[in-house]
């Protein structure tokens, strides 16, 4: 699947490089992903190459956590291996602040004009 996703989902993936095994060992997440380039490899803060989920492709589905993970939204078959258990899945607004909404003007707040 690659096309945008209709709205945010209510929870995402998110992926903790400290224990993730590297992109190169593992890649399990990625093959269970359903969204094309939603796990990408990226370095962490030790140069190793681990896997992360980008924010603007995650559709919450779940199928990257690790099976018996209880953030996992459903059973699957295969997920991030337990002795990694490195995915878990949280609120989407935890992970990503609302955007600032713009400031109402006066005449938005409900102010009429005056009648002539």
Do not use: H, W
């Amino acid at each position: 699947m690659n096309r945008p996703r209709k709205k945010p989902p209510k929870k995402i993936a998110v992926i903790d490089p400290e224990r993730c095994f590297g992109a190169f060992a593992c890649s399990i997440c990625q093959a269970a992903c359903p969204v094309e380039d939603c796990i990408i490899e990226e370095p962490d803060v030790y140069g190793r190459m681990v896997c992360a989920v980008r924010v603007d492709k995650c559709i919450g589905c779940g199928l990257c956590v690790t099976v018996g993970n209880p953030t996992a939204p459903q059973p699957r078959d295969f997920g991030c291996p337990p002795d990694y258990d490195a995915i878990d899945m949280e609120a989407f607004d935890d992970v990503v602040p609302p955007e600032p909404q713009p400031e109402a003007k006066a005449s938005d707040a409900g102010e009429s004009a005056p009648a002539s």
